[in-house]
């Protein structure tokens, strides 16, 4: 989730997704604690592929079987996956959210929560259920409702008003009486004067307002969907992804991080690559980054992309770290070290979970990548319990009927 807090000295060491207050109490001017400046970015990045004036994306097409290698059994498998992967890592997650890796350890001991009723409950973790996911899969249903109210489309006014809609109020389906978890960089966006008529002006504003320092984890927590809907043209997934990135997040490397990931899932479910043969993984990683990169203006970026997209080991990521755990960055490297090494879905994802950080955030994204490689049928079934998990079935099933899924 994105990180922010009434503490000023918390503030700037969360993550700007992973936000334990609900309200912002910061001036626009501090940068916000997940974001690290790799120096002067100079403008914003144009849109990998721009929309023309007023196109909202279209509506979807059906899902047709020339779209892919896979049957449609499996795309369906992949699908569930991806949706259920992610609020599962969102979800476990929690439990060691802010937590360094040695605090998460003396919680939980080496082998961490064995599942959602060890979550310790103090005061941050206490204000969600056991078994509910936070604002990352919140804001990911967002977007799913908004691709089935538009019969497959996407478009930022409508996202906007969405996610304003749920800032203050949550879903009333589950009694919530507002969105908890909004970060800095979210918080400042949605307070814009402009946010509603131009959100992507909003986002620019913010951005450039804090020196262009804030690349924070806010949108490529919420975007996995966006591999989804329309995976078989992948220059409508970057459009669709870019323009729901930008409505909060300005940054070119929060665009980066959200292509190479949007990229990889509709690789997969376009059955292009193998994700269990390691020649094709690889070639799948490279095939995302480039996307990622094309978004990105400086060479220094592209270092930095490929470095976290390619990371030898958990520890090179550092996502423990608590001035820059919210990066965005981060949590594309946790992703895709999840990706590149997992053999099973619960053993990666608490090992990432254990290195403590912005650790719902880095899990939302290694659970929707996970669950894309191994499919819906090889998630635990125990961490399938979610607090609101028949209202998800729901959800689940209307989309995949919009997409021809069904």
Not at 224 to 239: K, P, Q
Not at 287 to 293: K, R, V, Y
Not at 351 to 365: H, L, P, R, T
Not at 380 to 405: C, E, M, N, S, Y
Request: glycine share 10%.
């Amino acid at each position: 989730m994105e990180a922010s807090s009434e503490d000023p000295v918390m503030e700037q060491q969360v993550n700007e997704d992973s936000c334990p207050t609900v309200h912002e109490t910061t001036s626009p001017e501090q940068p916000e604690a997940g974001d690290v400046s790799v120096g002067e970015p100079g403008g914003p990045a144009e849109e990998a592929v721009k929309l023309k004036e007023g196109d909202t994306a279209g509506g979807s097409v059906k899902y047709q079987p020339n779209w892919s290698t896979l049957s449609k059994e499996d795309i369906v498998d992949k699908v569930k996956g991806v949706i259920y992967g992610q609020a599962i890592g969102d979800a476990l997650g929690l439990a060691t959210e802010f937590m360094t890796k040695e605090m998460a350890k003396g919680v939980y001991g080496k082998k961490g929560p064995s599942g959602y009723s060890d979550i310790h409950q103090d005061f941050h973790r206490s204000r969600w259920d056991k078994g509910d996911w936070t604002d990352d899969t919140d804001q990911m249903l967002l977007i799913l409702q908004m691709i089935l109210d538009r019969n497959g489309g996407v478009d930022k006014l409508d996202f906007a008003k969405r996610i304003q809609n749920w800032r203050s109020h949550g879903f009333s389906e589950f009694g919530d009486l507002g969105g908890m978890g909004i970060g800095m960089t979210v918080s400042r966006t949605l307070s814009h004067s402009q946010f509603l008529t131009d959100p992507h002006a909003a986002a620019i504003d913010v951005w450039e307002r804090s020196g262009k320092y804030l690349a924070a984890n806010g949108a490529i927590m919420r975007t996995s969907i966006l591999g989804v809907a329309n995976f078989n043209d992948l220059e409508r997934v970057v459009a669709n992804t870019v323009e729901i990135c930008k409505v909060t997040h300005a940054d070119p490397r929060c665009a980066a991080s959200c292509v190479s990931t949007t990229i990889a899932i509709a690789l997969m479910l376009q059955g292009k690559f193998n994700p269990n043969n390691k020649n094709q993984l690889s070639a799948l990683v490279k095939s995302s980054m480039e996307e990622g990169e094309k978004t990105l203006e400086h060479s220094d970026q592209k270092v930095e992309l490929k470095d976290h997209m390619t990371a030898s080991s958990l520890d090179k990521l550092k996502l423990y770290d608590q001035k820059t755990m919210g990066y965005t960055f981060k949590a594309l490297g946790a992703g895709f070290f999840s990706l590149r090494n997992s053999k099973d879905f619960r053993e990666m994802l608490l090992k990432v979970i254990m290195e403590g950080g912005d650790a719902d955030s880095n899990g939302a994204v290694c659970g929707a990548l996970m669950g894309c490689k191994f499919g819906f049928k090889a998630l635990p079934q125990d961490l399938l319990a979610f607090t609101h998990r028949d209202w998800l079935d729901t959800q689940v099933d209307k989309f995949l009927a919009t997409i021809g899924l069904n």
